[in-house]
């Protein structure tokens, strides 16, 4: 049971908007940053979104971030086939002294 | 291109012990913090231990705390994973993970594809 909590699945047809929504608390989200994950099946997670709501290179700008208090949102939008994968949030934990991942989100384009 | 390749994994008798390595290449090893991360089999992510840039400052969670010891060496820019008293649990595909900064508390920007480690009798 992860202390960063995320809906175990989410759904959405191509073309749509879809959000995935990651709780915290105050020792987590609550104060640090916000990072968020996309693994494909069968391959390692790739980094989407970091510091909350900022795009690596390469990133496309259908996916973005957001924080507010003890909660993130990754929302995509234009929902495309290829985005069917799991999505994890990540955070930094003060009580814990160590990073804590959401338990991920399947994320199903209909 | 910044490249990330886990060795070691295998199987491995409850009790027992493993060392990972990750080979980097292709970016400034010194300068990063390093992570392990692992998964267990139909499972999410859990992160397992984190080191700085200059080996200084190290963390691990609760789970393999005690067990387990995260290290780097500089000259052959390689990550280790030193795994001591596995348990059944500890089965998982282990990733290594370039952080975004040196100390290890940025984000995970570059990940190995994963060496698989089974604790299992």
């Known amino acids: 049971q992860s202390v960063v909590t995320q809906p175990p699945s989410a759904s959405g047809t191509p073309g749509r908007r879809v959000t995935i929504s990651c709780s915290g608390s105050?020792?987590?989200?609550?104060?640090?940053?916000v990072n968020w994950y996309q693994q494909l099946p069968g391959t390692a997670p790739k980094l989407l979104i970091y510091?909350?709501?900022e795009r690596p290179s390469g990133v496309p700008d259908r996916f973005s971030g957001s924080k507010s208090g003890t909660s993130a949102s990754l929302a995509i939008s234009g929902l495309q086939s290829e985005d069917e994968a799991d999505y994890y949030c990540e955070t930094w934990d003060d009580s814990l002294n160590g990073w804590v991942f959401g338990g991920g989100t399947k994320l199903t384009v209909l | 291109q910044v490249q990330l390749v886990e060795s070691g994994g295998g199987v491995v008798q409850p009790g027992r012990s493993l060392r990972l390595s990750c080979a980097a290449s292709g970016f400034t090893f010194r300068s990063y913090g390093m992570h392990w991360v692992r998964q267990a089999p139909g499972k999410g992510l859990e992160w397992v231990a984190v080191i700085s840039n200059d080996g200084s400052n190290t963390h691990y969670a609760d789970s393999v705390k005690g067990r387990f010891t995260i290290s780097r060496d500089t000259s052959r820019n390689t990550l280790s994973l030193q795994m001591n008293s596995l348990r059944t649990a500890d089965t998982a595909v282990y990733y290594c993970?370039?952080?975004?900064?040196?100390?290890?508390?940025?984000?995970?920007?570059?990940w190995g594809r994963g060496t698989t480690v089974t604790v299992s009798s």
């Open positions: 105050s020792s987590n989200i609550g104060r640090n940053t």
């Open positions: 993970a370039k952080d975004g900064g040196w100390s290890g508390y940025d984000f995970k920007d570059v």
């Open positions: 510091s909350n709501n």
